[in-house]
């Protein structure tokens, strides 16, 4: 069964030092690398929200970042501007092997809608066209890492496993944020959505 490796938003504003720091970002990305020799296919996806993204609390009079407000697609968590295109916070961490990538897949550049997500915007409807590039190429099996555990590469997995690819999250090599129990959350979603869970 071919494979592709899934490498969630490795970039600078989610490693220590960023606008979005997730603790120990950057541990994961050696043995990133070395997981890339070891499979078909290489997907980066990189956050890219337009200066202003609605998804930041600095677009939302009276808003801190981490307040949790309703949108027209569902909650959504107001974050700290990050990942703004063409910025050094949006960049891949220096060390991370972008060479062996066959494909990088930006998402939240849309202003109106976030993006956790690798194949749907936060609406769960409108693609970003990943899912076509990984069957046309014959790929079936999945493996995810990188940022964030709980958000990110969570939305990814549970959509690619409802998109029927056989999905497996390398917890280790993931790092999380964690807000108000966010991560066991995710971890019970994945299970019960029959995402592989490893380390
Ligand atoms: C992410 C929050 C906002 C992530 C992206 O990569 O998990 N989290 N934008
Ligand atoms: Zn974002």
Redesign the pocket.
Known sequence: MKSALIV??VQND?CPGGA?AVGAGDVIVPGINALMEKTDAVVLTQ?WHPAGHS?FASSHEGHDPYAVIQMPYGAQVL?PD??IQGSTGAAFHADLNTDRADMIIRK?YNPAI?S?SAFFENDHQTPTGLEGYLRTRGIKALTMVG??TD???NFSALDAAKLGFDVTVHMDLCRA?DLDGSLVAAVEGMKAAGVTLTS
């Open positions: 969630i938003d989610f979005l956050d998804s974050w990050h990942c939240g976030d956790y940022l964030a958000f990110c590469v944020i």
